[in-house]
């Protein structure tokens, strides 16, 4: 094993071997390995993982809750649903057009927060790592 | 031309109308399939796809005809209840937005397998991730095959088994050819064709009925009510579940499976991976919602306006009862023209989203079990992809088989337990694996193995196998649970395999350098 040891350190060094041609191509920061273990400990890491669970964990529990809230209503409160509103269209109806409306809503929303705050903090790992943005 | 048994309209025109779709659409795929040879090509379509162009193929790829036909269809008849499948299947998306989308695209290649392999032992965990792939596509797509020989039967007037098996077979070909020729850049195209015609059908439908009642949502519902057996009630829940207690429990079973599976299904999950990032893929499903939106927002008119123009006695007394809504109402308004439109649509669709399963099963055979099981590191993309290509034409050649055999049985519930078989097994596997640390290959195991057997045991001893007058199985009474879905008892059991699993086992450490690299990764996309 001794005997090979010196041939990486040359590589490194950027010195030719066997008359100019370069075995192992010089290493770009695309062909390395990202350093996970370092990003991961980074406080820009630390602070892209709080933004999306900050979004991403209450805003899904929120969804759920209220989705099972309007299952568990149209299940075992069906005289409330069926309260009239204006003309034929009952409770039912508009709270159901309103898990609809809030599909959108958080879809919007969380469209306009990661474009906010998660996508530049990508971007700044990204570039803090040398690797390029796609 | 309306007969006593059904709607047959014109067959040779709805058949015409059927043909130019897969002319087009094999037109399309030829024309912009290269000789995908390479994985990336064959699987994810060389990852070129953009958010809005995905985001429509998801659309195509999600949109089955049980939710164009069916959920149409329970609306007309039962009312209210079949709005809520509208609400779980779109609302599902939700969880593929803030929980999947992103975090799949940049942590795995091809298939869920990558993903929830990453971090863990290769081989039993991709065995797992292929087992509950083939499953839960199998599942789908024989529901979608036999569907096929209903719609059969309703739109081309074709009566006789033997018939029918024919155009399944040949239902069966077409998707093969797309799956061959166009492997997930032609499926792509399909999916998004059918899409936009799909999508635009319904809205065309819906401003027409809108339309015709002077754009009062109010004074249509009147008249569905009016020209309902049910009257009022077709407006207020419980039409179709929950007349006891149990059948209660069932619903929201079911409906815990819809919302919980749908981001979770196979062939949904492998679409995130025909876009170049992760950005791209957060734009897919924001496409797919929107799409999605306007479509069972119509639905929902469609249906009430069946009922409205066509009547409830007379769509039950057709041959495809309640699937039959949609194409009566498009015969009502539009003619043998817009009914031929229409069927050539559900046909579409079929045959679509069974291109979309094939495709995603036979990437989880290839790349799970053949490359990465069979032979790790000892074979190339080329040969993969061949593998991938045989496969398709084993799993089109069983779907077509499983098609005949099972036409004419009420399988539609194979579906909804597809959803539930997605949540308990892929879900929470896919879950725990992005988002806690200790999760461990065990755990994995645990809770795919026992999300899918706690399903199937519950789904063998339930009324839909035995016990009931629509069961399969008839004379015997096996049946201990009296929920037909398994949701509310698997998925919670699924995560708690995965927890136990997890701790319980004392050898299995979960490798923190790996464990990191799969949260950078999948937040960021570095080194994906």
Redesign the interface.
Known sequence: MTDVAPLPTAIQTGAPAFGGIDRIPPEHPENARPDFIRIHGSAEFGELRHRFRAFVVPVSALFFVWYLTYVLLTVYARGLMGIKVIGSINVGLVLGLLQFASTIAITIAYQRYARRRIDPQVRLIRARSGIADK | MITATGITGSPALNTMVFAAFVVITLFVVYRVSNRNSSTTDYYAAGSAFTGSQNGIAITGDYLSAASFLGIAGAIAVHG??G??YS??F??A???A???VAELVRNTGRFTMGDVLAYRMRQRPVRAAAATSTLVISLFYMLAQMAGAGGLVALLLGVHDKGGQALVISGVGLIMILYVLVGGMKGTTWVQIIKAAMLVLCVVLMTVFLLGKFGF????L??EA?HNSAKGERL????GQ??KTPIG?LD??SL?LAL?LGAAALPHVLMRFYTV??A?EA??S??WA??AM?VF??ATLVIGYGASALVGSERILASTGRENSAAPLLAFEIGGTVLLGVVAAVAFATILAVVAGLTITASASFAHDVYANIFRPGRTDSAQEVRVARRTAVIIGGLSIIGGILANGQNVAFLVALAFAFAASANLSTLLYSLFWKRFNTSGTLWAMYGGLSCCLVLVLFSPLVSGAPSSMVHGVDFHLFPLTNPGIISIPFSFLCGYLGTVLSKTDRADP?KQ??M???S?????A
């Open positions: 209210y209840d709005f809520l609400i779980g779109l609302v998306w939700l969880v937005l803030l929980l009062s949502i109010s004074s519902l009147d009510a407006l207020e829940p419980g579940y929950g209660k619903f929201i409906s919302i170049p990032n950005r957060r734009r499903v924001v919602v929107f939106s069972y927002a350098a990191a690299e949260e950078v990764r937040l960021t996309g570095i080194g």
